[in-house]
């Protein structure tokens, strides 16, 4: 025991530079078999290591992520993409773990597939996402938590995924508000995003006086029928079909597709197509474009150069210069009378003046 104490003394007191040689043991302890465990660091330590390689292998996760999730929904729904192939594809998701690992990401892709499926303006699909985070987990406890903003990345999921929902134009009902109230508690985010959409939705719902549906007509005449109806000023205009699409096939052989042709005239505008010399050149102008939601319409218009009647013109000027005149003679008229006025009245009054004889 001593000498392992002069040995331990030693070692502390010898310098960095001095060689101490390594004793092999000829029987190996149990330790040594099972080998040595890690050491505990201290935190400065730590933050003086480079945690770029981390980040990077994050983010690689991540994208692993969600490229699984999109896999998912591409793996289950092949054939058709329709409501009933989607919400499989969610109780999939929700049977497949029970602590819901991955819900964000998962939440993330479904939002950016629903307009694929068709689903996009469904409050059931939403409320059906919504039921997928796990309950009364991110439920802020105390008003610090509160404050600094408890579970950012949950709580920045769910305001998209309402901000998807006023995007499209749904209406929140009852249901999704005890889903947020679960979730999130009521001071949460979502929450307040919630409230806000309840208190402007319904003040601007009915604000356009010509609302546009949300399933526009897939024939193009019928399409071209609401788009003119909704270009003309005056209710009485009429709508003219002149031309059906149809298909034609030359001498030669070759196929040669006709468009429609639509157009809409007010009463006053046929009035002054019939009174228009044929002489005279009328000119096509277009196209231009007519936004119906996500559809674009474009339309041309006739339009003819300005008829000038110089005529009348010249007349009117020449009447004019006469009433200037006439108006001009008749003032130097009235002056002279009233000149001869003051002068009768002058020598009147000094006839009067004068002493008599």
């Known amino acids: 025991m001593k000498c392992a104490r002069c040995l331990l003394l030693s070692l502390r007191w010898m310098g960095p530079s001095s060689a101490v040689p390594r004793v092999q043991s000829l ?50 729904a092949r054939e058709n993409k329709t409501k009933a192939t989607f919400n499989r594809v ?81 209406m929140p009902n009852v249901e999704t508000k005890v889903l947020l109230l679960q979730i999130f508690g009521a001071k949460g985010h979502p929450m307040r995003k919630f409230q806000r959409i309840m208190y402007w939705f319904p003040k601007f719902k009915h604000v356009n006086p010509f609302p546009v549906p949300h399933q526009l007509p897939e024939d193009p005449v ?5 788009s003119l109806k909704r ?49 005279r050149p009328v000119f ?12 674009c319409v474009y339309y041309y218009i006739l339009r003819a150069d300005p008829y000038r009647r110089k005529k009348r013109w010249r007349s009117r000027m020449i009447q004019k210069d006469a009433f200037s005149i006439h108006c001009s003679s008749t003032w130097i008229w009235t002056r002279t009378l009233e000149m001869r006025r003051t002068l009768t009245w002058r020598t009147w009054t000094r006839a009067l003046s004068l002493p008599c004889a």
């Open 222 to 226: 019928d399409l071209a029928k609401f």
């Open 284 to 295: 096509v102008e277009g196209p231009f474009r007519l936004w119906l939601r996500k559809t």
């Open 27 to 76: 029987h190996p302890s149990p330790l040594q078999k099972q080998g040595l465990r890690s050491f505990h660091h201290s935190r400065v330590l730590l933050k003086s290591r480079p945690t770029a390689p981390v980040e990077l292998v994050q983010d690689k996760d991540k994208y692993q992520k969600a490229v699984v999730q999109d896999d998912l929904f591409e793996r289950v």
């Open 90 to 170: 969610v109780d999939v998701f929700t049977k497949q773990d029970v602590r819901r690992r991955g819900h964000v990401e998962f939440i993330y892709a479904a939002l950016k597939k629903m307009p694929d499926f068709g689903v996009e303006r469904d409050i059931t699909v939403y409320n059906k996402l919504l039921d997928v985070f796990p309950k009364e987990v991110f439920v802020p406890r105390n008003f610090i938590q509160t404050m600094f903003n408890h579970y950012p990345r949950q709580q920045e999921c769910g305001v998209q995924l309402l901000e998807q929902m006023e995007n499209y134009g749904v």
């Open 231 to 279: 270009i003309a000023d005056d209710l009485d205009a009429k709508i003219t079909v002149y031309q059906m699409p149809c298909t034609d096939v030359t001498e030669s052989g070759e196929e040669v597709t006709f468009p429609h042709i639509v157009g809409v005239q007010s009463p006053t505008q046929m009035e002054q197509l019939a009174k228009h010399n044929p002489n």
